[in-house]
């Protein structure tokens, strides 16, 4: 299995300007960090494998995988120029972008732009 996890989050972390955008290198895989004496405060980034399977075989032994991500912008006001920023990490690393849309999580009282991608990645 192909595991793109730390390419993804060096990716997105080395992005200068989503990095200004973020007030800070504040992206991670699944879920943000609890830290009670550091909160982490909007905007943010996170990101989740969604599938990872055999693509394309070859005398019977697996030649690629098909990988699908999510990638969550969270911020308290426009998502725009971060998601803008997520999108070009994500092209460069060979993703195509599946889907966009828009949510308001009314529980932490941010707006949610939801990312989906998938790559094929030959082995």
């Known amino acids: 299995m192909i595991d793109l996890k730390p ?11 989503l990095v200004s ?18 909160p982490v405060t ?6 989740m494998e969604l599938t990872n399977f055999d693509k394309d075989y ?8 098909e990988i699908h ?4 912008v969270w911020s308290p006001s426009d998502t725009g120029p971060s998601t803008i920023e997520v999108n070009k990490t ?3 690393l060979g993703f195509v972008r ?14 949610r732009k939801i990312l989906r991608y998938k ?4 082995r």
């Open 7 to 17: 390419k993804i989050l060096q990716a997105l972390r080395g992005n200068a300007a």
């Open 21 to 38: 955008f973020l007030g800070g290198a504040k992206v991670w895989p699944e879920v943000v960090p609890e830290d009670p004496k550091k």
């Open 42 to 47: 909007a905007p943010y980034v996170t990101f």
């Open 58 to 65: 070859a005398d019977d032994l697996a030649v690629s995988s």
């Open 69 to 72: 991500y999510q990638v969550d």
């Open 90 to 92: 994500m092209e460069a």
């Open 98 to 111: 599946t889907g966009a849309n828009d949510r308001y999580d009314t529980e932490a009282k941010l707006y």
């Open 119 to 122: 790559t094929i990645v030959r």
